[in-house]
């Protein structure tokens, strides 16, 4: 009974996407775009999937997951965790989870965040009203279901001036290994890139740690060539704008939309070096792709032995991650070798803001919102802000003109040793798939209203069948 129901459910939704991804063209003729088409075959390998599992008799519903909003707003794409642990264990160490709410397939996926070659998280969006409790049933599956690509992340990095850059999931940086002392950029867009379907964003691995935007005009995931020709040779292609959008924000001396650094004492101490700067005050720093999924892309760098002009050591680590349906991403940072006085820094590059800053206070958080012409040669609008814990904050800073950090606004959060803090960083630009971006209310009303689904908390619960 039930697995008849889901596999039509299954036929009858993957029929109805299909219908809505075929366009009528002037002529009359029917097609599909480009963008639409990696999405149609995953719809498609998705419903035949189900199908094979389910004549085979390879699933049944053994449990179901009830989602409760007990805020009185809505929640859109809203990310939701759950340990493996939560789950039955004969069933989640061989199996895998199939979610199916009403007639809908919600994409989801297992992550492996601590690298054993075991799943220990499912993942997954979904949009509860306010006050609903909506029930979920969960099948387990002996294969991965697939699902339309929306996140991603991209890595390429080259060992000298003659090789190709390839494709890698990890990195181990040296102090000495930066451009200026190499002579040649080692990495594919200065370091890894990662994305959604709304917004892309690049950390500058090569010493400098400053994190960029890339102003996406479409949902599809950017083309493989972004910073590299079709045989691996390194290429800035991405300052120039294509169908699909290009970096937009000058990020100069600053440390981007939420790269981070300390305040010691009076001294601001950055997380790295200048481009000009031929060693790193980090004596290691090692990179990994923690997961490159559908629904979840995770990233991860530990920079060992980060040294202060005043001698002082650090550990700090950080995780990125990023999913469908926001302009933005989550950044989890932890320090260790903090003393009484240091306070972290998370930086907003203020280049060619001409207008106040905002500051307000929603649920948990504080943003720091800004909107002007922020892009390069101020050519388009652009909102940016990150959204900070309330706990610990203790306002903002401007970054001192001249200096190894400079044009960014800062905000002051007091961190304890070891303990994991999160934050956001968001950009709407207006060229991206929301025009509405172009006007400053609007974009305020965005980090707002986001911080405030940032803020409202889930309970999932989990029975048995």
């Not at 999405?39 to 085979?56: A, I, R, Y």
């Not at 959604?196 to 010493?207: Q, S, W």
């Not at 814990?389 to 401007?398: D, F, Q, T, V």
Request: hydrophobic share 40%; charged share 25%; proline share 3%.
């Amino acid at each position: 009974m039930f697995r008849t129901k889901i596999i039509l459910s299954a036929v009858k939704e993957t029929i109805f996407v299909i219908k809505g991804l075929i366009t009528k063209d002037m002529a009359g003729l029917y097609f599909i775009s480009r963008y639409q088409y990696k999405d149609l075959l995953s719809l498609v390998f998705l419903g035949v999937f189900l199908l094979f599992f389910g004549c085979n008799g390879e699933s049944d519903v053994v449990q179901t997951l009830y989602l409760t909003n007990s805020s009185i707003i809505d929640l859109t794409d809203k990310a939701i965790c759950i340990d493996r642990d939560e789950f039955k264990k004969d069933y989640s160490l061989n199996h895998f989870p199939l979610l199916i709410s009403g007639k809908d397939t919600i994409p989801s996926q297992v992550n492996d965040l601590n690298g054993d070659e075991v799943w220990d998280q499912l993942f997954f969006v979904i949009n509860l009203a306010a006050k609903e409790n909506k029930m979920v049933q969960l099948f387990w599956v002996s294969t991965i279901p697939e699902f339309p690509v929306k996140t991603n992340v991209r890595f390429r990095k080259r060992e000298s001036r003659d090789k190709l850059a390839k494709p890698a999931n990890e990195e181990i940086l040296l102090a000495n290994q930066v451009p200026a002392a190499l002579g040649f950029q080692k990495y594919q867009t200065d370091g890894p890139m990662w994305e959604n379907d709304k917004v892309a964003f690049r950390h500058y691995l090569d010493g400098r740690n400053a994190i960029d935007i890339f102003g996406k005009k479409n949902a599809e995931i950017t083309p493989s060539n972004v910073g590299v020709d079709s045989v691996g040779v390194l290429k800035d292609n991405y300052h120039v704008m294509h169908y699909w959008g290009r970096d937009i924000f000058p990020v100069g001396n600053s440390i981007g939309l939420g790269g981070f650094a300390l305040l010691s004492g009076n001294k601001i101490e950055r997380l790295g070096i200048l481009s000009k700067d031929t060693l790193s005050n980090i004596e290691k720093t090692i990179f990994k792709i923690v997961e490159n999924g559908p629904i979840n892309s995770v990233l991860s760098y530990d920079y060992q032995n980060w040294r202060s002009s005043s001698g002082k050591v650090y550990r700090a680590q950080e995780v990125t991650s990023i999913w469908p349906g926001i302009y933005g991403y989550k950044n989890t940072v932890k320090m260790e070798g903090l003393k009484k006085e240091d306070l972290l820094l998370v930086g907003l590059s203020n280049i060619n803001n001409r207008k106040p800053l905002k500051e307000i206070k929603v649920g948990n958080f504080i943003c720091l919102i800004q909107h002007d012409s922020l892009t390069y040669n101020r050519q388009w609008i652009l909102g940016t802000a990150i959204i900070v814990p309330k706990k610990g904050y203790n306002g903002y800073m401007a970054a001192p003109k001249e200096g190894q950090l400079t044009d960014s606004y800062l905000a002051k959060l007091k961190v304890e040793n070891g303990e994991p803090i999160s934050y956001y960083g968001v950009a709407g630009w207006e060229l991206s798939q929301d025009p509405n971006f172009k006007d400053s209310t609007y974009f305020t009303n965005y980090v707002t209203k986001l911080a405030s689904q940032l803020s409202t908390e889930v309970t999932v619960e989990i029975k048995e069948n």
